[in-house]
């Protein structure tokens, strides 16, 4: 083996052909089951939401004033300004590979454009701009959008 040439190395007699490497669909689809939110591609679910139920967390169970405040404001920026467009940029852009940089960038643009839209639906509603509808609807566009990015993800080849 010179080179890294596994091309020379002797093939087993029951390995020729073609069915060498291939898997019945089976036994695929339910190793895709199994391997669960475990890959590292995954894991970016998990931190989301996460990040939004910490930022749901801060806001509702932490009192107002304090050192909490300050927990608030590290859990309530990028929960506003990041984490809903990294969710629709997950889903956009899922094909893609994106560099950090620009999954930053597109990111915090469509978390800003979302914020907006929010606001101006929130504004004609019966509910208004207050707290609880703006970190409702934040929160539902945030973990909807990751899991139209999880079942897109689950469904490409």
Same mark, same amino acid.
């Given at each position: 083996?010179?080179?890294?040439?596994?091309?020379?190395?002797?093939?087993?007699?029951?390995?020729?052909?073609?069915?060498?490497?291939?898997?019945?669909?089976?036994?695929?689809?339910?190793?895709?089951?199994?391997?669960?939110?475990? #890959?590292? &591609?995954?894991?970016? @679910?998990?931190?989301?939401?996460?990040? %939004? $139920?910490?930022? *749901?967390?801060?806001?509702?169970? +932490?009192?107002?004033?304090?050192?909490?405040?300050?927990?608030?404001?590290?859990?309530?920026?990028?929960?506003?300004?990041?984490?809903?467009?990294? #969710?629709? &940029?997950?889903?956009? @852009?899922?094909?893609?590979?994106?560099? %950090? $940089?620009?999954? *930053?960038?597109?990111?915090?643009? +469509?978390?800003?454009?979302?914020?907006?839209?929010?606001?101006?639906?929130?504004?004609?509603?019966?509910?208004?701009?207050?707290?609880?509808?703006?970190?409702?609807?934040?929160?539902?566009?945030?973990?909807?959008?990751?899991?139209?990015?999880?079942?897109?993800?689950?469904?490409?080849?």
């Amino acid at each position: 083996m010179k080179n890294g040439n596994y091309a020379s190395l002797p093939r087993p007699s029951h390995l020729t052909g073609r069915d060498e490497v291939s898997l019945d669909t089976n036994q695929q689809s339910q190793h895709t089951r199994l391997r669960g939110l475990t #890959s590292v &591609t995954d894991r970016w @679910f998990v931190l989301v939401i996460a990040l %939004v $139920l910490a930022a *749901i967390l801060s806001i509702y169970a +932490f009192p107002e004033h304090g050192i909490f405040v300050y927990l608030r404001y590290v859990l309530g920026v990028p929960f506003v300004l990041y984490l809903p467009g990294y #969710s629709l &940029t997950m889903v956009l @852009f899922e094909k893609r590979k994106l560099e %950090v $940089l620009e999954r *930053i960038a597109l990111s915090m643009t +469509f978390s800003m454009v979302l914020a907006s839209i929010t606001g101006i639906m929130l504004n004609y509603s019966p509910w208004g701009i207050k707290l609880d509808p703006i970190v409702g609807s934040l929160s539902a566009l945030t973990i909807a959008f990751s899991l139209m990015a999880q079942l897109v993800r689950r469904t490409s080849p």
